[in-house]
Structure formats: C-alpha cells, structure tokens
C-alpha cells in the first residue's frame, strides 16, 4: 500500500521559512510527478508546485517557494520562504502517474494526510 507522509509544518511569522517533508513507501515513486496542494479554511485545494524532472509553480507562490526531490530516498521537499498570513494553509503531498506535471489535483491519485502551516502578521 503506498503511502505519503508529510512533515515539517509549523508555526512561523511572516517573512519566516519553513521547510516540508514528504516521503513515500509501499513503492517507488520515481517515475511519478510529486506535488504540493493547499487548503486553507473555507476554501478549495489549491494547487503549490510540483516535479518531474522540471519544475511548476503556482504564480503566488513563484520566486519564494522551491520544490525539489531526492529519488534516492523516495522523498519530495518544499522550501517556503518568505511566507505570508495568507500562506496559512494544510499543506498536501501529491503523486501522479505518468509522470504528468499538472496543477489539477483530480490527476493526482495518492495523498498524504497534509500538514498545518499557520504563518502569524
């Protein structure tokens, strides 16, 4: 059974940096794109960054959040920095097969159980 699980999240002011973890098991995931989804309270999952062998950003988050993967060790990490209040958010760890770089989490067919970013003014 694969799995995801995501860890790093936190409490931080605006400006701060925090640093997310997923990793997976049950299989490899080389060959798939990993994501990172958001959802804050009273909205809808929005979609943060994703990889392949490229990169892919959201336009809000562009230029301050990076995403990056170690294969060797089935992980995924996303590097926030910068963060604003309006990044508060449950962060979500994503898996795609076929290795599609998409934004639309329904392409998406493995999750993680996400994650709590609170960032404070």
């Known amino acids: 059974q694969a799995q995801l699980v995501e860890s790093g999240g936190g409490l931080v002011q605006a400006g701060g940096s925090l640093s997310l973890s997923c990793t997976a098991s049950?299989?490899?995931?080389?060959?798939?794109?990993m994501g990172w989804f958001r959802q804050a309270p009273g909205k809808e999952r929005e979609f943060v960054a994703a990889?392949?062998?490229?990169?892919y950003y959201a336009d809000s988050v562009k230029g301050r959040f990076t995403i990056s993967r170690d294969n060797a060790k089935n992980t995924v990490y996303l590097q926030m920095n910068i963060l604003k209040p309006e990044d508060t958010a449950v962060y979500y760890c994503a898996a795609a097969t076929g290795g599609v770089l998409s934004r639309s989490a329904v392409d998406y067919i493995y999750w993680g159980q996400g994650t709590q970013v609170t960032v404070s003014s």
């Open positions: 990889t392949t062998w490229f990169t």
């Open positions: 049950g299989r490899t995931f080389r060959n798939y794109a």
